[in-house]
């Protein structure tokens, strides 16, 4: 097993278990948990092996349901995010541009910003459509939505500053 594997395994395990023993526990406002175990969707690297990373996707999706017994909203979402990647990663960083390798590896903090706006909002808002599952319920989707992304959002650029300041040293 080489060095990226284990970082990849280790980081897989790393989210699972922040997010359903912190982050689930986390209710910002009462009713606001960040979903930062989409880190591990962001910084998986762009030219890496798409079927395993959708593969890895739903595993993860899977693994959040199955410990924080969410009945399969977290799945649904993180398999939609694994197939819709390379798009948003092409609308995100421009078609003609030369994609970086990484999320890491990119200067562009616009690009960036856009590229974590577009997966968590997408993610989110597929995750409380099938929570809620409801017409009735369209102003609790899109409030849930609109703020989870953004303390999503917050932390998950806090931590990826975090984790590219590991990988420089």
């Known amino acids: 097993m080489n060095s990226s594997s284990l970082q990849l395994v280790s980081m897989f395990v790393l989210m699972v278990l922040l997010q359903v023993m912190l982050f689930n526990n986390l209710q910002l406002f009462g009713f606001i948990n960040p979903m930062v175990y989409l880190l591990f969707i962001i910084m998986y690297r762009f030219e890496s092996d798409q ?23 977290h799945s649904i979402a993180t ?46 808002l597929l995750y409380f459509s099938f929570v809620f599952f409801n017409w009735n319920a369209i102003y609790l989707i899109l409030k849930n939505t609109l703020l ?22």
């Open 148 to 169: 989870a992304s953004v303390f999503s959002l917050i932390l998950i650029a806090l931590l990826s500053s975090f984790y590219k300041k590991l990988n420089d040293s």
């Open 79 to 124: 398999l939609t995010i694994g197939f819709l990647r390379p798009l948003l990663i092409r609308n995100a960083f421009g078609v003609t541009a030369e994609i970086p390798t990484s999320f890491y590896n990119d200067s562009r903090t616009l690009n960036k910003t856009i590229f974590l706006a577009l997966i968590i909002s997408i993610h989110h």
């Open 51 to 73: 079927t395993l990373f959708i593969l890895l996707s739903f595993i993860l999706g899977f693994s959040i349901d199955f410990l924080s017994q969410s009945g399969g909203a």
